[in-house]
């Protein structure tokens, strides 16, 4: 535990001084505006800028998502702001120093002078003119258009999104955690495109900026050169343009690096893997492409005067890549399948079901034989379960209980036709059907006869007949009750469930109705439960009341009743005998129609 908190603190002690290092540099960079510095401590921020920036173009290369770099423009703006502050500290060095030595404004400047310029000042400016034009034209403004459209578009795309999530956390696909994370991605997302259209803006500013003090450095420093320091013509212009262009590079190499950063950060706006992982795995997708390029490099070392060397070894790495790309595609293939095949086959083997299985048993089962699986096939046309749903439905209406989730399972141990019914794994009742036939009785015994297999209907014991589909409507027509076997089975386990409410009223169950009225009746519930009477003594009334099929729907009426009663006996048939005139009225209505 104490390793646990001293870590934590660590870590915020570490948040803490990287916001102060933070503050202190951009304080610094601000104060480069103002403030002349050495040439060995310019030659120092300049190395510190181009890491910057290579470390910036690398981090941004390995992300898998954009947002995973979601500080991308707050740095942006820091370097952009850290590079025309070192601009304006070399200007200074170059015009104030820049007739004394060709090292003036630091050795990074005179070297990367001196690599590119190779004596002729005239290749460094064109060189120069070059990464500007590249940098402002090209890259510039097509990460600026792409983070643009990319800031529309993901703004457009807000209401939906949140639509989107708000209905997989109504429909319970995702939890409120989960929903409140993703509205804050999607928060973070809007507002990370917004701010890289807006930094997009400074780094174009920058590379102009970088432009006019080249500018200004050129001309202002041989005017100066010339003017005050009594140099030719030809030696103001050798010695400042060597160090205008050496200035010029050091700051756009940088600006180039970070300008390229941010165009392949929001051209991966939608990619999900690093941009190297990208970029490989979907040309490697398409080795038929590969084939083709690496064929037209070898017919372009087939022309005249073309060297052969680096088009044949474009050929064959394009041709090599293509090669090995097909083959792992279809060894991914083929491991592919038989992964696939080991799962189908491993799905195949009957499941061992847990000896812990065993013990559970089932308060509600309909047992089918196979040849009526088909009324449990929706498919096919089967209505089984609709029905016994609608049944469960009309019992909670009627009785005021809930039946138990009935578990409909084949038995191929029944005969083809046959069906079970089992409480708590006993057999409560039986019968076969024929499940391409109807069966029709006659409810009146006054029927005329009809053709047709003899058979006992299995819920109440009636002569009944197995009749064809085609006879429905003679049979209807002459006073005959016809039913499918989905109805016949529905119509017994009805009788069967309303013969046994009272044992399937357990203690659980008999909790869950309490608490199905506890937000109406919270203070009856408390006053009577369990001070006066236990959960155990209200089951027995339900239970009693049940037996005679009488509803305990009015559950608020038996507890006041049971609240009045309780004050003079504790016998449980006493009590539902009061129960039962409090619900007189109930009674006699549900039997009027009888």
């Known amino acids: 535990m104490t390793t646990k908190n001293f870590d934590i603190n660590g870590l915020v002690n570490a948040a803490k001084q990287s916001e102060i290092v933070l503050a202190l540099g951009v304080i610094f960079i601000l104060t480069l505006l103002f403030v002349p510095i050495p040439a060995g401590m310019l030659d120092f921020m300049f190395t510190i800028n181009i890491t910057t920036g290579v470390v910036v173009l690398l981090t941004v ?47 990074i400047i005179e070297t990367f002078g001196e690599l590119v310029m ?91 900026a970088g432009l006019i003090i080249t500018a200004l450095n050129i001309t202002v420093g041989m005017g100066i050169g010339i003017v005050t320091h009594d140099m030719s013509a030809g030696e103001a212009a050798d010695r400042y343009m060597l160090l205008t262009v050496g200035d010029g590079l050091v700051a756009q190499i940088p ?5 390229t950063s941010a165009g392949i950060l929001v051209a991966k706006s939608g990619a999900k893997v690093s941009a190297g992982e990208a970029i490989f795995s979907q040309i490697a997708d398409n080795p038929k492409s590969l084939y083709v390029a690496a064929g037209l490099m070898f017919f372009l070392s087939l022309l005249p005067n073309m060297p052969i060397l680096p088009f044949w070894f474009m050929a064959g790495a394009l041709g090599g890549f293509a090669y090995y790309s097909q083959n792992q595609s279809a060894q991914e293939a083929v491991q592919e399948q038989m992964q696939a095949d080991e799962e189908k086959a491993e799905n195949a083997k009957p499941k061992e079901e847990p000896i812990a299985s065993i013990l559970h048993i089932d308060t509600l089962r309909l047992e089918l034989g196979y040849g009526l699986l088909t009324l449990i096939d929706e498919a096919k046309g089967g209505k089984l379960t609709e029905q016994i749903k609608a049944m469960r439905r ?42 391409t036939k109807l069966m029709a009785m006659d409810p009146t015994g006054s029927a005329p006869p009809m053709e047709g297999e003899e058979t006992i209907e299995p819920t109440f014991g009636l002569p009944a007949k197995w009749i064809d589909e085609s006879k429905r409507e003679e049979a209807g027509f002459n006073g005959y009750t016809v039913v499918d076997c989905a109805t016949v089975i529905t119509t017994h386990l009805t009788e069967i469930v309303k013969d046994n409410l009272a044992e399937l009223l357990t203690r659980n169950e008999t909790e869950k109705l309490l608490e199905e009225i506890r937000h109406e009746h919270d203070k009856l519930i408390d006053d009577l439960i369990p001070n006066s009477i236990t959960i155990s003594m209200l089951q027995k009334v339900l239970q009693n009341l049940l037996s005679e099929r009488i509803s305990i729907r009015d559950l608020p009426t038996i507890l006041e009743s049971l609240s009045d009663g309780i004050q003079t006996t504790r016998n449980i048939t006493q009590l539902t005998e009061m129960v039962r005139q409090r619900l007189s009225r109930q009674i006699c209505t549900s039997h009027q129609d009888h």
């Not at 500080?71 to 601009?87: C, E, G, H, K, Q």
């Not at 983070?147 to 409120?176: H, W």
């Not at 009309?394 to 079970?420: E, H, K, T």
């Open 255 to 259: 600006a180039l690096i970070i300008s």
């Open 394 to 435: 009309q019992m909670a209406r009627d009785m005021g209980f809930v039946v138990p989730s009935i578990r409909i399972q084949d038995n191929m141990q029944l005969d083809s036709g046959g069906y079970q019914i089992t409480i708590k794994d006993i057999k409560a009742g039986s019968g076969t059907l024929h499940p």
């Open 61 to 107: 290369l390995f992300v898998d998502k954009a947002m995973e770099f979601s500080a991308f423009p707050m740095l942006l703006l820091i370097t952009t702001m850290l590079r025309l502050s070192l601009n304006v500290a070399s200007t200074r060095l170059i015009l104030s120093k820049g007739h004394e030595t060709e090292a003036a404004a630091g050795k």
């Open 118 to 208: 190779g004596g002729q000042f005239i290749i460094g400016l064109i060189i120069f003119l070059i990464l500007v034009i590249v940098n402002f034209v090209v890259i510039t403004k097509g990460s600026g258009r792409i983070a643009e459209v990319a800031a529309r578009f993901t703004l457009d795309s807000l209401p939906g999104k949140q639509m989107a999530i708000d209905a997989d956390l109504n429909a319970g696909l995702i939890t409120e955690d989960q929903a409140r994370e993703r509205r804050s991605d999607l928060e973070q997302e809007t507002g990370f495109f917004g701010a890289m259209d807006g930094a997009s803006k400074f780094v174009r500013g920058d590379a102009i």
